[in-house]
T-cell receptor, first 112, second 113 residues
Framework: RKEVEQDPGPFNVPEGATVAFNCTYS??????FFWYRQDCRKEPKLLMS???SGNEDGRFTAQLNRASQYISLLIRDSKLSDSATYLC?????????????FGKGTKLSVIP | DAGVIQSPRHEVTEMGQEVTLRCKPI?????LFWYRQTMMRGLELLIY????????DSGMPEDRFSAKMPNASFSTLKIQPSEPRDSAVYFC???????????FGPGTRLTVL
């Protein structure tokens, strides 16, 4: 099983739609979780961290389920500008060790 | 701040040549990371530095790859000799703390013919 797995998509949704992405991780010792966004031929940028209690930032909601080892990202009222690849990121670190693993990403296309 | 700066932005070279990629992290960031991104493997962490010291290079694929950070504002990733399978986008990122948000540079798109 891969350490971080995402549905590669593409997800093609109309403007205004709600879309959800899931990400699963294999190592239960993972500690921190993030969603990054990467536009075509650009660098990844942090979208939001994922907290145990779930968190929201405007139209974006991130949730963590430690028992099932998955993370989700919900985008409401999709905009054309949301078209990008969304990368799930899992961090496991300790004394002298640091394992940051990126998923391969889920591609979203928001259609007019 | 200008953000993380990488050079060159594009590099085309022939197999067997030496390639040097450069990175200037955000001032004040203590951590610097080198990544490689390909369609097949996604984004992979190659090596990271803390206060200019290499901490974990377990992601470096082979001895042909080496990285240095002679001071807080400059790092290099060198491939010698380069091979076609090294073709990828190489990103440098920096962060204030180890578990913090990482800020990525624009990347260097490397093509080895």
């Amino acid at each position: 099983r891969k350490e971080v797995e995402q549905d590669p998509g593409p997800f093609n949704v109309p403007e205004g739609a709600t879309v959800a992405f899931n990400c699963t991780y294999s190592n239960s010792a993972s500690q921190s979780f993030f969603w990054y966004r990467q536009d075509c031929r650009k660098e990844p940028k942090l979208l939001m961290s994922v907290y145990s209690s779930g968190n929201e930032d405007g139209r974006f909601t991130a949730q963590l389920n430690r028992a099932s080892q998955y993370i989700s990202l919900l985008i409401r009222d999709s905009k054309l500008s949301d078209s990008a690849t969304y990368l799930c990121v899992v961090l496991r670190s300790g004394a002298g060790s640091y394992q940051l693993t990126f998923g391969k990403g889920t591609k979203l296309s928001v259609i007019p | 701040d200008a953000g993380v700066i990488q050079s060159p932005r594009h590099e085309v070279t022939e197999m067997g040549q030496e390639v040097t990629l450069r990175c200037k992290p955000i001032s004040g960031h203590d951590y610097l990371f080198w990544y490689r991104q390909t369609m097949m493997r996604g984004l992979e962490l190659l090596i990271y530095f803390n206060n200019n010291v290499p901490i974990d290079d377990s992601g470096m694929p082979e001895d042909r790859f080496s990285a240095k950070m002679p001071n807080a504002s400059f790092s290099t990733l060198k491939i010698q000799p380069s091979e076609p399978r090294d073709s990828a986008v190489y990103f440098c990122a920096s962060s204030l703390f180890r578990g913090n948000e990482q800020f990525f540079g624009p990347g260097t798109r490397l093509t080895v013919l």
